[in-house]
């Protein structure tokens, strides 16, 4: 504990991680407090009847209870989030795209500026399928067609103004900006869900002592998803020895980490953000609402088998483009590494592409499990609220946005010598290698 507190005081003791901390619970505070704010001609009374359940429960935990409260901020970021996935697959299909995922520098800033665009296009989109379905008629206090009008303009402003706090906040703050909105707004939502599930035992549903046991259940999930987040498979890396004058460099042993779960929490995104799909689709094509009822359903079988798989495919699809085989081997033989047993260039890229390979699919299937949690504890008896917690995407984005937001921590306290808050770095003399794997 005495250590816990002196790795506190050290944090505040470098003014640059100190300015990064405060700035970024700076750009949160902004974001709550905007999620409070409802669109101008909204009677926010007769909105409080009408409760979230199912995927616009989902939506409205993700936006930090913004959906529900017809905020300024109701459409959150998945806007963001689908346009990205939208430009990520156009870089596989597309040549120009592609062209420009090649240029560096340059080039990721004309694919985020048509990211930009196409998030405005998507937001308007959905900001009038939002004011048709989720605004009833006596909570409006403003004639039509100006109530549609101006709430389109606000909802997309307001979506547009997150995506620019999420970029701040990684710029100069600490951690993914957009994944740090997210896992507040969840975690706003989480004092209601376990004060619900409580409210619903103790009021005749089986009483404390299944909500204990729903407690620690959740604990032991918890801990399985940190271990199978942080979980690596290790490549040992052996580095020749060059002798410089009186020095000897070289001759360590090192190794690669490569991650059990390498696309982080951004395939459950994606697909999460897929799956909203048919419920927009069915407001503006009511024929269609029959068909993609099923697909709406969080607790269906056809929406939970459809979720599965593409977090399977995503999965795949996304270490494909994040973690590169080849340019990492050719990265050890310009250097003098090698894998003992294998030969360097393109038999070590297959070897690790291989290793790759048979890691992912464990992994993606961990992913799928825990995405379709709630639905198994939905049919156990547990309340919809809590169960978000339970499992599935919510769980995924807060052990992974906090980990990683911890790791950028120690490294700030690594660099200027301090001790840290996790046990990495140096295992037995070795030293490990970045080997991609990004968490949202």
């Known amino acids: 504990m005495k250590k816990l507190f002196t790795t506190l005081s050290n944090i505040w003791k470098i003014d640059d991680l100190r300015s990064r901390i405060l700035f970024t619970l700076l750009c949160l505070l902004i974001y709550r407090i905007g999620s409070f704010i409802v669109l101008p001609g909204v009677d926010h009374a ?6 979230k359940e199912g995927l616009l429960g989902l939506l409205n935990m993700f936006a930090g209870g913004s959906f529900s409260r017809a905020s300024i901020f109701a459409l959150g ?41 196409l998030t405005i296009i998507i937001t308007a989109l959905q900001a009038i399928g939002y004011v048709r379905s989720q605004i009833t008629p006596d909570a409006k206090m403003m004639s039509e067609p100006l109530f549609t009008i ?75 998803t940190i271990l199978i987040v942080q979980g690596v498979r290790k490549i040992p890396v052996q580095y020749a020895k060059k002798i410089v004058g009186s020095k000897q460099y070289g001759g360590v042993r090192q190794y690669i980490p490569l991650k059990v779960n390498a696309a982080g929490v951004m395939p459950i995104i994606f697909a999460q953000a897929i799956m909203f799909i048919p419920s927009t689709v069915s407001q503006f094509l009511p024929s269609t609402q029959p068909f993609l009822s099923s697909f709406s359903n969080i607790n269906s079988l056809a929406y939970n088998l459809t979720f599965a798989f593409m977090i399977i495919a995503f999965t795949f699809f996304y270490t494909a483009i994040t973690v590169n085989p080849v340019q990492m081997a050719d990265d050890m033989k310009k250097n003098g590494g090698f894998v003992p047993g294998v030969k360097p260039g393109k038999t070590t890229g297959d070897y690790i592409d291989a290793v790759i390979s048979k890691i992912t699919l464990p992994g993606s299937i961990f992913l799928a499990m825990i995405a379709i949690m709630p639905s198994i504890a939905s049919i156990l008896g547990v309340n919809s609220q809590f169960g978000h917690f339970f499992g599935g995407t919510s769980l995924l984005i807060l052990v992974g946005v906090v980990l990683d937001t911890l790791q950028q921590i120690e490294s700030h306290l690594l660099m200027r010598h301090y001790d840290g808050l996790m046990k990495t770095g140096r295992i037995k003399g070795r030293t490990p290698i970045a080997a991609g794997g990004p968490v949202i």
């Open 46 to 51: 007769a909105l409080q009847t009408k409760a």
């Open 77 to 117: 970021v998945m806007p963001y989030i689908s346009a990205s996935i939208v430009v990520q697959l156009l870089g596989i299909a597309v040549p120009y795209f592609q062209k420009l995922q090649k240029e560096g520098e340059s080039g990721r800033k004309k694919i985020n500026q048509v990211t930009r665009y």
């Open 150 to 224: 101006s709430s389109l303009f606000i909802l997309t402003a307001g979506t547009m103004f997150v995506m620019w706090l999420g970029e701040k906040i990684t710029d100069k703050g600490i951690g993914n900006g957009i994944s740090l909105i997210i896992m507040v707004g969840i975690i706003a939502q989480l004092p209601f869900g376990v004060t619900s599930e409580f409210t619903s035992r103790m009021g005749g549903q089986g009483g404390l002592i299944p909500f204990i046991v729903e407690i620690a259940a959740l604990f032991l999930v918890v801990m399985f």
